[in-house]
């Protein structure tokens, strides 16, 4: 069993920059695909960026690709999204999720990011 804590989220200005950091307990965590989601409101939940379990091979959605950037360090348990160059189109709630499958066994809380115009 995995728990995840997300924390970092918070307000801030068109063209800035947050991290979000994702603390993970539990067995195994070397093991899973980490991801970070989003859920904007009145929309569907959304993958913004993923890491393989030795953090070999990083994946982003295309909104998000060259202004966020994922790492992992599995000796902590932790996984982090510095987001740069932040858009109003950004604002929405941030999960932690890992899988070791195809489907995400573990969630987050949830923690807000809002990008003021």
């Known amino acids: 069993q995995v728990q995840l804590v997300e924390s970092g989220g918070g307000l801030v200005q068109a063209g800035g920059s947050l991290k979000l950091s994702c603390a993970a307990s539990?067995?195994?965590?070397?093991?899973?695909?980490m991801a970070w989601l989003r859920q904007a409101p009145g929309k569907e939940r959304e993958f913004v960026a993923g890491v393989s379990p030795s953090a070999e091979s990083l994946y982003y959605a295309n909104s998000v690709k060259g202004r966020f950037t994922i790492s992992r360090d599995n000796a902590l348990k932790m996984v982090d999204l510095q987001m740069d160059s932040l858009k109003p189109e950004d604002t929405a709630v941030y999960y932690c999720a890992a899988r070791l499958g195809h489907d995400y066994d573990h969630w987050g809380q949830g923690t807000q990011v809002t990008v003021s115009s």
């Open positions: 539990g067995r195994a965590f070397s093991r899973y695909f």
